[in-house]
């Protein structure tokens, strides 16, 4: 399956593992990033890999498939999305043609829909999936937790953040 590069320009990002506000990367990208909104991507699953997780996007995954994290917007995004990259294992650098079970990266960036939660509204956003076959993954499926909202998936699982797309 391919990336979907239709929609024209991406300009955020979508994390919800190490990456995040706090967490040990996301302290790296603190100085460059302008916001961070509580965000999810529907159609998804999160996987407890150890010490982060990884995500698969999947349009055959239920509608209530959802994974929670957040969206940010950074100053020089071309700068931080290249760090990114290294971090996340992902050699293209040029994500519009990237096979999404590529077996040569970790991870794989691609385009995404996402929704904010506060307000309710959609966004496309990069976000680095699992590069491995979405078939043989052996890891624990993080499972979405009930809130008030509805429910999510989140890393790390313990955390108590729930909420849902509507």
Not at 58 to 69: C, H, K, R, S, Y
Not at 73 to 97: C, H, N, P
Not at 100 to 123: C, E, H, I, T
Request: hydrophobic share 40%; charged share 20%.
């Amino acid at each position: 399956m391919e990336t979907d590069t239709s929609q024209g320009p991406v300009n955020n990002v979508f994390v919800y593992g190490t990456l995040k506000v706090g967490y040990a990367f996301g302290r790296v990208f603190a100085n460059q990033r302008v916001s961070a909104s509580v965000a999810a991507i529907r159609h998804a699953r999160l996987y407890d890999l150890g010490s982060y997780p990884a995500m698969i996007i999947n349009p055959a995954f239920a509608f209530n498939d959802v994974v929670e994290g957040e969206i940010h917007s950074y100053r020089d995004l071309d700068a931080v999305v290249e760090r990114m990259d290294d971090i996340e294992g992902f050699d293209s650098k040029d994500f519009d043609t990237v096979i999404m079970a590529n077996s040569n990266n970790l991870f794989n960036r691609v385009k995404a829909d996402a929704s904010y939660l506060q307000p309710r509204k959609g966004v496309r956003c990069m976000a680095y999936t699992w590069g491995g076959d979405p078939e043989s993954m052996t890891s624990p499926r993080i499972p979405c937790v009930s809130g008030s909202d509805g429910a999510s998936a989140v890393w790390p699982a313990d955390s108590g953040i729930t909420a849902l797309l509507v």
